[in-house]
């Protein structure tokens, strides 16, 4: 009856289909798969965190917060990145509590992408950027990480910026690789970067998750990158709790205050109750100190049993995903293997050729291991039997 397609008229988002997360999980629910596809833990969150929640509800937080977040979580944070990585971020003026890491990138862009500015994002990637900057009139340039090791191609980089290059978006720990930036990339970075006005987003979700003694080289370390860069992060992907949406981000006074412009007018402020929750359990450091080794005994358990397995891998060095090279096994594309093992076998994984450009195909799949053992074990039986 209604005139749908007049209302709607041409899409702002022509090429956005639905996300590879909802196909794999729906097929993974309608085949009774283990679902190590997406990217959170099927454990419980420390009740203690749930407790702090209930305590801030009982004690009256229950109203608007302050629109840059509550004062005391933004308090602890700047001490947080201040202890870890030396850069003093301003509470009042330079740290925003946000929905999400999610809300941080998208807001970031909203603000700063006007119509025809070009926005390098580093392929694979995460799918929230390119939608983000396509909405706002922005034109999303690509550098693919080499299939081989994931690594970036610092000719290519140069190569892509130009006087329309507005903004350049990194992920370290890298999602779905599971690479971390070392210090002499983010230096090289660094170096790139001097001359130019371009502003960085760091998406930075998995900064607790990184293994073997490998240390997180925030953007927020170096001179020179911290003036220009949003540094994003999530409460979700630290404290096991991705169904609460918080995150913040950090960055120099100026970009802040023309980031809360569009901030304000978004959201105005985050969920109360769990602003002053996370205040009260971020005073208590191991709580995200000892992430790294809850994370590596999993990645541990799982590459360890993968070792008699037809599938390669490099060790992630940090995330809660490893990539499995399954080329020993079959030449099919990934998306086709992925649905197989669905299918076939009940396990579910991410084909990341839906993150590369032009859909490359780099024959592997990503497996993500914030899981109790016995999913992992359970998975690791299947793996076993490919
Ligand atoms: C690289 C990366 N960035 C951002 C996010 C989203 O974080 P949040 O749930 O805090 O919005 C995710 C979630 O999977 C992610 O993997």
Redesign the pocket.
């Known amino acids: 009856m209604a005139p749908i397609k007049k209302l709607t008229g041409p899409s702002k988002l022509p090429d956005v289909k639905t996300t590879i997360f909802t196909t794999v999980g729906n097929l993974a629910r309608k085949h009774g798969a283990i679902d190590l596809s997406q ?1 959170f833990p099927n454990f419980e969150a420390d009740k203690k965190l749930m407790e702090l929640v209930t305590l801030a509800m009982h004690q009256g937080h229950n109203q608007y917060a302050a629109m840059q977040g509550y004062y005391g979580l933004r308090e602890i944070i700047a001490k947080k990145i201040e202890k870890l990585h030396g850069r003093v971020y301003h509470p009042d003026e330079e740290v925003t509590i946000t929905v ?4 941080a ?1 998208f807001t970031a862009i909203t603000a700063f992408v006007h119509s025809g500015d070009e926005v390098i994002v580093i392929k694979p990637a ?1 799918d ?1 950027y390119e939608p983000a900057i396509v909405l706002n009139g922005g034109i999303p340039v690509y550098v693919q990480l080499s299939k081989k090791d994931y690594k970036i191609d610092w000719e290519d980089l140069k190569g892509k910026i130009n006087t329309k290059t507005r903004m350049l978006i990194i ?1 370290t720990p890298h ?1 779905p690789s599971g690479r971390i930036f070392s210090k002499d990339e983010m230096l090289q970075l660094q170096e790139i970067l001097r001359p130019t006005d371009i502003i960085v987003v760091s ?1 930075e ?2 900064e607790h998750i990184v293994f073997d003694g490998e240390e997180h080289e925030s953007a927020s370390r170096f001179d020179a990158l911290a003036e220009r860069s949003f540094v994003c992060a ?1 409460f ?2 630290t404290f096991h709790v ?1 169904g609460w ?1 918080m ?1 913040y981000c950090a960055a120099p006074s100026d970009l802040m205050h023309e980031f809360r412009k569009s901030h304000q007018f978004a959201v105005f402020c985050v969920d109360h109750p769990v602003q002053r929750a996370m205040a009260k359990y971020l005073e208590d450091e191991r709580h995200y100190l000892e992430l790294n080794s809850f994370y590596q005994k999993k990645r541990d358990f799982f590459l360890s049993g993968l070792q008699q397995t037809k599938f390669r891998f490099t060790p992630s060095q940090g995330t809660y995903f490893q990539l499995l090279d399954y080329s020993e096994l079959t030449d099919e594309r990934d998306e086709d293997l992925a649905k197989r093992l669905i299918i076939d076998y009940k396990l579910a994984s991410i084909p990341i050729s839906s993150f590369n450009t032009g859909q490359r195909n780099d024959g592997v799949l990503r497996f993500c291991f914030a899981k109790k053992k016995e999913t992992l074990e359970a998975a690791i039986e299947i793996l076993s039997n490919v």
Do not use: E, R
Not at 100 to 103: E, L, S
């Open positions: 990217g999400g890491a999610t809300q990138i995460y929230c992920n999602n998406d979700v998995y999530s979700g992907k991705t949406k995150g």
